[in-house]
């Protein structure tokens, strides 16, 4: 997948159509999210799009293989 910029805002990828919880779940993963200012809870959520999608392809391989097992 293509992202239009290297680094994106969390709203910015909602509305490129990823669900709030996947992105939720890939910031606690860590390594992937980081907040613009660590220091205030309340900071917006900023996202390594590379990171972020070889966690997506990750995602999508552990998927499939417990699709095939049931």
Do not use: C
């Not at 990828?13 to 669900?19: E, R, T, V, Y």
């Not at 390594?31 to 999608?53: C, H, K, M, V, W």
């Amino acid at each position: 997948m293509n992202y239009p910029k290297a680094v994106m805002k969390q709203s910015e990828l909602i509305k490129i159509g990823f669900p709030k919880e996947f992105l939720d779940r890939a910031y606690r993963n860590g390594g992937i999210a980081f907040r613009i200012n660590p220091a205030a809870p309340n900071s917006p959520l900023i996202y390594d799009t590379q990171a972020l999608e070889e966690y997506r392809l990750a995602q999508m391989k552990i998927d499939n293989q417990i699709y095939l097992r049931s």
